[in-house]
């Protein structure tokens, strides 16, 4: 990734942007530190090439909605400590598929636990679930919580983020996943 500067009013600020190549991936940085992308579009008749800054990824909550999500909070803080996960983990999609195994490392919690607290999510309909073989998708309700305009919404559009466990990849994957990682050990 490119890093471009940008000025606080959000204009990209490029010295040639004839050098650019419009495939690449560029960012710039917010006045808050946030990497945006920055989106080219180059003119097919005249050739000229336009630089914009998209929106950084973000997450929004109905504000209506918002309400029962600080009375989960107040009531029920472990199953709000697992749907602040979803929602930070999600994709655009509102999915995340993830095991109960790594949901049981993560949050250092027993399997019933963990349960417990997800049907609390289920029963207020902040998730729905999904069941894939031994895993479970999970999707965040787009009325409560969403990445991108409501207007979205009923796209049926079905990806998601999967988190697994090292301990859950097969022996391959973790021959192969061993070999690209150094380890440094500390200072004697």
Known sequence: MNNIPAEDTNETVVNNIDNLNVKDIYTTKRPDGQDCPVEFEEDKKTGEKKAKQKSSPFFAYNKQNYKAKILLAR?????????????????????????MCALEKLFKMKRNAISKHIKILVKRKFVEIFKIGNMNAYAVNAYVVFTQG????????FTSTMILDFDEQSDKVKREYSKQITIKKGRK
């Open 75 to 99: 009531e029920h803080p472990v199953a709000n400590s697992i749907l602040e996960f979803f929602v930070s983990e999600m994709d655009k999609t509102n999915a995340i598929c993830i095991s």
């Open 150 to 157: 409501d207007a979205n919404l009923y796209r049926a559009k």
